[in-house]
């Protein structure tokens, strides 16, 4: 094991991986910093350039770029009062508020330095998790591996959005997403299934364009909605000034920034909770670290400890929600499930192989975050000033750069226009979907893991008959679903008999 | 809005389940079993969903995922969204017709120029810098094989 962990450092450190990192890095700084690109989209962006590339290097550029979203996003949050993604809205409410006490430098040296640390906490608990982990997957058959594809599915579409008719529009998604997954030849009976007598359509629906289109689509027409500059104006003077006493802060309050990183890692291995209740339960956490109501009235009004908080449990999720990713191929929030698409468009399939075939590769990623985190907050440190500027862009330039990679990106993933029509259905989708109030995440699941289940659940029924259904794994797992499902809709039901 | 999308989502994937379930009827069961065990519950649950949207529902699910921005009115919302839409497509159009790499210096050039308002300058070495990323990246680079557009085709010119 500890072989593994040092030979994933000494893959990452190859200049190969180091580049892709950097590039990885350096697309995540802009991404954070405009409110107006996601991670998630552009994660989705970015899988048809991994094709050529080795694991290690595909997870050194994805991991790279997606780790230092929610860091850099911090700096508009505190800034401009506008969130650079949704994970980092919490940030605002202290950490504007010292912007506009004048203490600016100071805030974004407390959300730079928490994010560091909570980055390494998050990394640290995934390579802790792996050999936990390990023993329990590798007792998993067909028929457990089935049952997990399902408790994932239900973890996200029942968590991703609250109540009954939330759930029913999640589990809408997910089963859409794992009907999608069905179309091409099926591997079984060579049957082509929804082909509709046209070639393409026989090797399934491909992940690239349908993931772009589902992510980028709908984001581009709010930029075009929302029209004018991305943030805002800038404030006055030197945005840098004061940035050392913000570390010096997450120092002073050492303990609170472990607690509220361990809070966003255990948020982050519970699948579908998502980067922004990780950030308010931390944000909760260090309200509650008030000693006098007096000093609980600071918090909104610029105390640093609501800075630190939300920085420190956004970038611990990462390392968290990698776990379920990893180990089970459920996960834990919408990036995740991109993510997983890398996984198999790379040839890799989460589960067992992860944890001792590629176990390296798995540690590579572990150090990945933290290679990545590090350098950012040296990066943002350097550049403050300059980096603050990038938010002024205009909507309107944007929106051709990334619509020209995003017909690109998603041409390339089989030179057919097919590939473009896709992305444009699913753009329409996605975009009815967003206005429509169902979320997408379900559907990616269901669509990336719809042919591993299919596959386990063939090998389950040709192997056991009914008789999978009885081991002992499963109905644990199906306990869990069903208590996934029911859970909400109980606490929901309480609510208005307390109130 | 948020009623219209959900019936229109709900009612296109009680057609599609439908259609899937009709003809995975026929297939042999190794083929079959999957489609149907996702295609029968999911019409159920998007007849149930399409149901409760015309039965007058007012419930909007809050969703944690990327919300579109509603400080505008309604309608300007629709007219932008629907000017998006068209730029997209136009988009599309072009690159059949003339294929990436005249498509992309073209389209990026007239959205600044003409939708966003930008000054010839600007314009002009944005679109220079787009077409030389794509150009030196996908074409000298990765090799990518772009067609030539249609109308290029046809019209016998390259």
Not at chain 1, 6 to 17: I, M, N, R, Y
Not at chain 1, 149 to 165: E, K, Q, T
Not at chain 1, 396 to 410: C, D, K, Q, R, W
Not at chain 2, 92 to 110: E, K, N, S, T, Y
Request: hydrophobic share 55%.
């Amino acid at each position: 094991m500890i072989e593994a962990l040092f030979e994933g450092l000494f893959l990452v450190l190859q200049w190969k991986p180091l580049a892709f990192m950097a590039l990885g890095i350096v697309l995540g700084f802009w991404v954070g910093l405009l409110p107006g690109l996601g991670g998630a989209t552009t994660l989705a962006l970015m899988l048809p350039f991994i094709y050529a590339m080795q694991p290690v290097e595909a997870f050194a550029f994805l991991l790279g770029m997606h780790a230092v979203v929610a860091t850099t996003g911090d700096i508009t949050s505190i800034l401009f009062g506008v969130p650079g993604e949704a994970a980092s809205a919490a940030t605002i409410l202290d950490g504007h508020a010292m912007a506009k006490k004048g203490e600016a430098g100071r805030a974004l040296g407390a959300a730079l330095a928490s994010s560091l640390l909570g980055a390494i906490v998050g990394a640290f608990a995934l390579a802790i998790a792996i050999p936990i982990v390990r023993p329990l997957v590798l007792t998993f058959g067909s028929p457990e591996l089935f049952m997990l594809a399902i408790v994932g599915i239900a973890f996200i579409a029942s968590l991703s959005a609250p109540g009954p008719r939330g759930m029913l529009r999640g589990f809408l998604a997910g089963g859409f997403g794992l009907l999608c997954a069905t179309v091409g030849q099926d591997p079984q009976a060579g049957i082509a299934r929804y082909t509709f007598d046209t070639l393409y359509l026989w090797q399934g629906l491909d992940l690239v364009p349908v993931l772009v289109g589902i992510f980028a689509i709908p984001e581009i027409i709010d930029l075009a909605i929302r029209r004018g500059s991305i943030a805002g104006a800038l404030p006055a003077g030197r945005i840098s000034k004061g940035a050392f006493e913000g570390v010096k802060d997450t120092f002073r309050h050492f303990w609170l920034t472990i607690r509220c990183s361990l809070i966003g890692t255990f948020i982050g291995i519970m699948p579908g909770m998502g980067g922004a209740v990780a950030q308010w339960m931390a944000y909760g956490h260090a309200t509650q670290s008030a000693r006098s109501a007096e000093e609980r009235k600071g918090f909104g009004a610029g105390d640093v400890r609501g800075v630190l908080g939300p920085g420190a449990a956004n970038n611990s999720k990462e390392g968290g929600s990698l776990i379920p990713t990893i180990a089970f191929g459920v996960p834990g929030s919408t990036a995740m499930a991109i993510l997983l698409g890398g996984f198999f468009l790379l040839g890799l399939v989460p589960g067992p192989d992860m944890l001792t075939k590629h176990l390296p590769v798995t540690f590579s990623m572990v150090w990945t975050i933290v290679i990545a985190n590090v350098v950012t907050v040296l990066a943002c440190f350097l550049f403050l000033n300059q980096l603050a500027r990038v938010t002024t862009v205009r909507g309107t330039v944007l929106i051709p750069a990334i619509l020209m990679l995003v017909f690109i990106g998603s041409y390339t993933s089989n030179n057919h226009y097919g590939d473009i029509v896709l992305t444009l259905i699913f753009g329409g989708v996605g975009y009815l979907m967003v206005i429509g109030g169902w979320p997408r995440a379900p559907f990616v699941l269901g669509l990336v893991l719809g042919k591993i289940a299919e596959n386990y659940l063939y090998i389950s029924v040709a192997r056991y008959e009914a008789a999978w259904l009885t081991r002992p794994v499963v109905l644990i797992l199906f306990a869990l679903a069903v208590a996934v499902i029911l859970y909400p809709l109980v606490q929901q039901r309480r609510k208005p008999a307390h109130a | 809005m948020h009623k219209k999308a959900s019936l229109a989502l709900a009612l296109g994937v009680m057609a599609v389940s439908g259609y899937g379930v009709v003809a995975a009827w026929f297939w042999p069961w190794k083929a079959a079993l999957f489609p149907l065990v996702i295609g029968i519950p999911l019409f159920v649950l998007s007849a149930a969903e399409a149901l409760w949207v015309l039965l007058g529902s007012t419930e909007r699910a809050t969703v944690q995922d990327f919300q579109i921005s509603q400080e505008l009115p309604e309608p300007e919302i629709l007219r932008r969204s629907a000017l998006a839409g068209a730029w997209i497509l136009g988009f599309f159009a072009a690159i059949l017709l003339l294929g990436f790499p005249l498509a992309v210096p073209l389209f990026i050039f007239l959205y600044l120029k003409v939708h966003g308002r930008e000054g010839w300058v600007l314009s002009i070495v944005f679109t220079a810098v787009a077409w030389a990323f794509f150009y030196g990246l996908f074409d000298q680079l990765l090799h990518l094989p772009f067609p030539q557009g249609w109308l290029l085709e046809w019209s016998g010119l390259f």
